[in-house]
């Protein structure tokens, strides 16, 4: 059996606007990211979505609402485990000030070498979006998942074995399971 799956990442909010790393901290979106979601479900529109699974992060869950409500859908399915990575001390500092205030932090996070304290490791982060992403496939339903850039970023570089730039808000992904998830759209 072959799992078709919609990925995409939330709206914006006001950190995303200001560059903060958001990680667990929950923040809502702004209403640039209530435009991007109804974006969103205009898109979708051309894959035969049946279902909505996002993380519990209110940005997650409040884009995938906007999606499902405009597609006569159920409300989201809400999966813990798709949440965004956990970032530790960088939550809500932009890069410049990941830089400043937590230099060798900032220097082994930018190497992939290390967490930053507080934060959860590169591989705890793809592993948990694999499990969460294999439940959704599972289910048998054609999935719609709302979930997190960073999160989805790793993922997706664990998954095609190379650097995948920024997730931008609204951006769309198609992966399919068989017995390993490929990317095709």
């Given at each position: 059996?072959?799992?078709?799956?919609?990925?995409?990442?939330?709206?914006?909010?006001?950190?995303?606007?200001?560059?903060r790393?958001?990680?667990?901290?929950?923040?809502?979106?702004?209403?640039?990211?209530?435009?991007?979601?109804?974006?969103?479900?205009?898109a979708?529109?051309t894959?035969?979505?049946?279902?909505?699974?996002?993380s519990?992060?209110?940005?997650?869950?409040?884009?995938g609402?906007?999606?499902?409500?405009?597609?006569?859908?159920?409300?989201?399915?809400?999966?813990?485990?798709?949440?965004?990575?956990?970032?530790?001390?960088?939550?809500?500092l932009?890069?410049?000030?990941?830089?400043?205030?937590?230099?060798?932090?900032w220097?082994?996070?930018?190497?992939?070498t290390?967490?930053?304290?507080?934060?959860?490791?590169?591989?705890?982060?793809?592993?948990?979006m694999?499990?969460?992403?294999?439940?959704?496939?599972t289910?048998?339903e054609?999935?719609?998942?709302?979930?997190?850039?960073?999160v989805?970023?790793?993922?997706?570089?664990?998954?095609?074995?190379?650097?995948?730039?920024?997730?931008?808000?609204?951006?769309?992904?198609?992966?399919?399971?068989?017995?390993r998830?490929?990317?095709?759209e």
């Amino acid at each position: 059996m072959t799992a078709r799956i919609v990925i995409a990442r939330h709206g914006q909010t006001a950190w995303n606007a200001l560059g903060r790393l958001q990680g667990h901290t929950d923040i809502e979106l702004d209403d640039i990211g209530r435009g991007q979601a109804r974006e969103l479900a205009m898109a979708i529109g051309t894959h035969a979505v049946t279902t909505v699974w996002t993380s519990d992060l209110c940005r997650a869950r409040e884009t995938g609402e906007i999606v499902a409500t405009a597609m006569g859908l159920g409300a989201p399915r809400i999966e813990p485990e798709l949440r965004e990575r956990r970032f530790g001390v960088f939550e809500g500092l932009t890069r410049d000030q990941c830089a400043a205030q937590h230099p060798d932090a900032w220097r082994a996070w930018l190497e992939n070498t290390m967490a930053p304290p507080g934060g959860e490791s590169r591989e705890d982060a793809v592993e948990r979006m694999e499990r969460a992403l294999r439940r959704v496939a599972t289910d048998g339903e054609s999935a719609l998942v709302v979930s997190h850039g960073g999160v989805l970023r790793l993922w997706l570089m664990d998954l095609l074995g190379r650097t995948v730039p920024l997730i931008k808000n609204g951006a769309i992904y198609v992966v399919e399971l068989t017995d390993r998830f490929r990317v095709i759209e």
